[in-house]
């Protein structure tokens, strides 16, 4: 079974303040990891993953994140936080050698950045 | 190139009525995956499917169905439905084989959002 937690259902920071959004995860064997965010009212967008190799990876937005194999972490990280950051953030996860197809998604964390 | 688009935006129905939501997929992707996301909820995989056939279900009675067409698009049928059934449905299309994609990015669409009375 492959599970996602994320601890914060809200987290807030000041604009030009560095951002973190926590998630952990859960998977028989390696995992497969993606962040998303959603805007109101908008399908989820893709803002990185990781496969395999450097453990942190850049991607949309000046988004990033470092995956730690030890405490099964995947936190996302942004030097340096904006007012349009604000949005609902997943994590996401599929196991590697599982034979299921979906991601499990943990259950979001609304980010508002304050001006 | 088009994104995932799906209809309709927005429906009313009543509880054990049936109801039909459509996906169209990003151009070039071959397979379609549908989930669900209750209000304040993470999305719950319903099932995916790959040359219009279903090859993977999350935990979801049998009621809920789907469709794949050659021209890749999809359909989620939900029967008789419940009051929990209401929430955000979205579309999910990408590219590669089903079975060996498990590193490709899902492009999702806006969703369908269904309430139930």
């Known amino acids: 079974a492959q599970s996602v937690a994320q601890p914060e259902d809200q987290v807030n920071v000041a604009e030009g303040n560095p951002l973190t959004v926590k998630c952990t995860y859960s998977?028989?064997?390696?995992?497969?990891l993606f962040w998303y965010v959603q805007y109101p009212n908008r399908g989820l967008q893709f803002l990185l993953k990781?496969?395999?190799?450097?453990?942190l990876v850049k991607g949309s937005y000046g988004f990033e994140a470092e995956f730690n194999k030890s405490q099964t972490s995947f936190h996302l990280k942004k030097p340096s936080a904006l007012v349009s950051d604000s949005a609902l953030y997943f994590c996401?996860?599929?196991?590697?050698?599982?034979?299921?197809?979906?991601?499990?998604f943990g259950s979001g964390t609304q980010l508002t950045v304050l001006p | 190139e088009t994104g995932v688009t799906q209809s309709p935006t927005h429906l009313i129905k009543t509880r054990g009525q049936q109801v039909t939501l459509r996906c169209s997929s990003q151009?070039?992707?071959?397979?379609v995956s549908w989930y669900q996301q209750a209000l304040g909820q993470g999305p719950q995989f319903i099932f995916q499917?790959?040359?219009?056939?279903?090859?993977g279900r999350g935990n979801f009675p049998p009621r809920f169905s789907g469709l794949q067409f050659p021209n890749y698009s999809s359909e989620l049928n939900v029967n008789a439905l419940e009051l929990d059934d209401s929430a955000l449905y979205l579309c999910?299309?990408?590219?590669?084989?089903?079975?060996?994609?498990?590193?490709?990015?899902?492009?999702f669409g806006a969703g369908s959002r269904l309430t139930v009375l």
């Open positions: 990781y496969i395999t190799g450097d453990n």
């Open positions: 999910a299309s990408s590219a590669g084989q089903g079975r060996s994609s498990g590193a490709n990015v899902l492009t």
């Open positions: 151009s070039g992707h071959n397979t």
């Open positions: 998977v028989s064997g390696n995992p497969y």
């Open positions: 996401a996860v599929r196991d590697i050698t599982g034979s299921a197809r979906q991601l499990t």
């Open positions: 499917y790959y040359r219009e056939e279903e090859n």
